[in-house]
T-cell receptor, first 115, second 111 residues
Framework: GAGVSQSPSNKVTEKGKDVELRCDPI?????LYWYRQSLGQGLEFLIY????????KSGLPSDRFSAERTGGSVSTLTIQRTQQEDSAVYLC?????????????FGEGSWLTVV | GENVEQHPSTLSVQEGDSAVIKCTYS??????FPWYKQELGKGPQLIID?????GEKKDQRIAVTLNKTAKHFSLHITETQPEDSAVYFC??????????FGPGTRLSVLP
């Protein structure tokens, strides 16, 4: 597709369940980012993938959060044993890679509600 | 690590007036500064960006200025219209790696 695609767009899950959020980056983009945005708040960095390099996981808030990127394209963010404080919009973004001026383009987000 | 501050957090202007949003950053190695507009229920969209070797950039009613010495950059919107109402985020990046975002400014353009 032309832009970053995320699914599901909305997810309601029960506390304690695991969830998977998917991101399809723009074709040809080697860098992929996950951010979290709580209601009315800013963008919190979670994880960054660049090509075949080891991902920068410095933003993951706990070991319940993990992400992988298969074949250098699609990425899945997994949240295990969800808690109510995990409720937020999870935004994926991609770019051409680490170079000055290569901006990131966001998807529409996956809105997660933990009840 | 990088820290980006953004002011004001909310801004209301009359239609046709100008709006200015200011950001400061802490890491002198940052060299790329994009601005994003986020409408309700949507992902952020790039509206303008500036590299560290440029002091000002314009695109129609939108302009961005950068002062590397003072480590601050600003977004200027002239002749504001109701459709400019949204949340605006600034960001700083070092060679396209980790983008650090400001907390956002909620702009309301009153008709």
């Amino acid at each position: 597709g032309a832009g970053v695609s995320q699914s599901p767009s909305n997810k309601v899950t029960e506390k304690g369940k695991d969830v998977e959020l998917r991101c399809d980056p723009i074709s040809g983009h080697t860098a992929l980012y996950w951010y979290r945005q709580s209601l009315g708040q800013g963008l919190e960095f979670l994880i960054y993938f660049q090509g075949n390099s080891a991902p920068d996981k410095s933003g993951l808030p706990s070991d319940r959060f993990s992400a992988e990127r298969t074949g250098g394209s699609v990425s899945t963010l997994t949240i295990q044993r969800t808690q109510q404080e995990d409720s937020a919009v999870y935004l994926c973004a991609s770019s051409l890679g680490p170079s000055s001026g290569n901006t990131i383009y966001f998807g529409e987000g996956s809105w997660l509600t933990v009840v | 690590g990088e820290n980006v501050e953004q002011h004001p957090s909310t801004l209301s202007v009359q239609e046709g007036d100008s709006a200015v949003i200011k950001c400061t950053y802490s890491d002198s190695a940052s060299n790329y500064f994009p601005w994003y507009k986020q409408e309700l229920g949507k992902g952020p969209q790039l509206i303008i960006d500036i590299r560290s070797n440029v002091g000002e950039k314009k695109d129609q009613r939108i302009a961005v200025t950068l002062n590397k010495t003072a480590k601050h950059f600003s977004l200027h919107i002239t002749e504001t219209q109701p459709e400019d109402s949204a949340v605006y985020f600034c960001a700083a990046s070092n060679y396209g790696q980790n983008f650090v975002f400001g907390p956002g400014t909620r702009l309301s353009v009153l008709p």
